[in-house]
DNA sequence: GGCCAGAATGTAATCGTTTACATCGAGATG
DNA sequence: CATCTCGATGTAAACGATTACATTCTGGCC
């Protein structure tokens, strides 16, 4: 492949001149720099950006790790993360399924060289992780604590949003609410299920374990844990899941077991990803800009490269929405009902 | 950062030494070599993988063009070719909205000394942008014509999708069959147009271009092209959307004005998106097996890369499947389970 | 024509690695 | 004891660019 010093002797000029055609163009005399442009094209130059980096140490690239790439929560993080990324000039390298700690850092040791700043999504990460990494690497964290104030961070209203779900709930005059809990260990799933014991609490409930299942955040976990949540007497009247793919699990669970929605169960979900809207019936759920969320970890990433001596550390939050749809029992927009006031269940 | 020199300086050894232990350390005696780990870990040490590459000319990454990241679409296509990569110790680098053959050939450029070869899902892209590029980087085209065989690609089995299906609201007893075509100038629309005509003119139906509706692979597009569609006299009694998307906007626009689906209208799709199977009526579809396009497209890529020299050109085609559910109006199994991912969510 | 300023271009060091080749010791061999 | 071998380590040249600094042109002015 064709190198700058090929299309310099090609050209007859030093490899100094071909560089700055190709960087700031306006030192070179027109005629020259249309020679080297057509050297160039003929030969099929393109610079080497590998090499460009190492000398100006800067990559112009960011790396993203995931734990993984399945499902619509993280499809949307990407393409907020993306779109903000390119309007700024920058690559983006993505590396999932990073699930242990030991992973995590072998794969921050492998973005040493090839980006400017890591953006990390990522559940059981600490701050004490982050030590044994190439320091002096901006790294913004997604979705997980920024214990100590030590490292950027953006998160969502978790607690704020399930509080206002289960309360939506008990003002529609539930009084057994279960949820089917997210993944162990998970920062988001242990914030829901305290926005979910503040509820309760606010509304004078006796917490109640057999209400609380597990789910792991995925479709299947929200179908068993609805089978599991029918067997308890008396049984729940309503079922809070802390994500959507676990709420689109009880509705199918809820489905087979032939028990209406909302009429005899209410179901809620949180995120609102775009099937939500879609399920039958329309699932109510707590609604997050997931696109901003990697859009403005990429803006305060990017902060962080271009300010690296003084960036001051910062945790950012986005707000959530409560989206009521038929799901939940009330009466809502979504589909207009006749006239049908607020009505007590059970 | 620490380099490689300041953890040789510390250990008391030259660069060759420690750069013999981060690669082959077998040739390093245990101690000296405990000692450079010792010295490298408390620098926090990693090496400079830009560094690196361009020494081995390799960079381990390979590159993703793609024209959007929004969807389930890409979203699966990304998750396959996520997995195989770094299943081969591949790092992805992505890089979407691309959509003129100018912005195209720049990324390709951009890509240059970054990765070992390219992905590249385009519509627009043909054999001749491919010489605009640099030289000798492996390329995969994506659900594109590689004409001339001059380059290998994958590519989904749209003509014999289309047909089937079309031929499957044949078999039904449907006569007049709209289709709501897919974005122009896309190779995947308008082979499964082709495979349209193909099964209307098995079926000795008469072309009728005021079935024919544009609905520009998006949700919208597909909603408006129904609206459209129902004013055409006599009424389509099926509608055949060359993709979900449009598919999902057409039961929307059909329950705003109505008509019922499968009894009045019959509705199907192409792609077999996870939402298909959720949505109200679950929709008939074309089953493509999305990841595995990824999957089987990075597999050609390694190989290209890897035997470079003697590298054949190859053109691969994944299989399709009719997936038949309630809105097209045949008998079918209800709604099946949800399947059980063990996958986490997030 | 000689001089000079400023524009255009060239020279060479540098970025952080890898690796062919050179060197150095130490133990084995005759 | 000289020599040979071989294992461990060091030296220095690449890789492909950028850029400070040096040098060479160019044309304007006296």
């Not at 995120?271 to 696109?291: F, K, N, Q, T």
């Not at 927009?333 to 006749?338: G, L």
């Amino acid at each position: 492949m064709a190198t700058i010093k090929d299309v310099a002797r090609e050209a007859s000029v030093s490899v100094a001149t071909v560089s700055r055609v190709f960087n700031d163009a306006a030192v070179v005399r027109e005629d020259t720099a249309k020679r080297i442009r057509d050297v160039a094209a003929s030969l099929r130059y393109a610079p080497h950006n590998g090499a460009r980096s190492l000398i100006t140490s800067k990559t112009s690239t960011i790396g993203v790790l995931l734990p993984d790439l399945y499902g619509e929560f993280f499809s949307e993080v990407i393409r907020g993360i993306d779109l903000t990324a390119r309007g700024s000039g920058y690559h983006l390298i993505i590396s999932s399924s990073h699930n242990d700690k030991v992973e995590i850092e072998a794969a921050m040791r492998a973005m040493r060289g090839r980006v400017d700043g890591l953006l990390l999504m990522s559940p059981d990460i600490d701050a004490n992780s982050l030590l044994n990494v190439p320091a002096s690497l901006p790294v913004v964290l997604l979705c997980a604590p920024a214990k100590g104030h030590e490292v950027d961070s953006v998160i969502i209203q978790n607690f704020r949003g399930a509080r206002e779900m289960v309360g939506h709930l008990i003002s529609l005059g539930h009084r057994r609410i279960a949820i089917i809990k997210g993944a162990l260990g998970n920062y988001d799933a242990a914030e829901r299920l305290r926005g979910y014991h503040a509820a309760l609490r606010e509304a004078d409930f006796m917490p109640d374990g057999s209400l609380e299942c597990d789910g792991g955040f995925t479709e299947a976990g929200g179908y068993a844990a609805t089978m599991e949540l029918l067997a308890v007497k008396p049984c729940p009247t309503a079922i809070f899941a802390a994500n959507d793919s676990m709420a689109i699990g009880a509705l199918s669970a809820l489905r087979d077991l032939g028990v209406r929605v909302p009429e005899n169960m209410a179901v809620a979900g949180f995120d609102d990803i775009p099937l939500a809207r879609y399920m039958d019936p329309p699932l109510s759920s707590v609604r997050v800009p997931i696109s901003d969320l990697g859009a403005r970890a990429v803006g305060m990433l990017l902060h962080g490269i271009t300010h690296k001596n003084e960036h001051t550390r910062r945790r950012e939050r986005v707000s959530t929405e409560l989206v009521v749809r038929r799901s939940s029992g009330a009466p809502c927009d979504e589909r207009p009902p006749p006239a049908r006031r607020v009505r007590k269940q059970r």
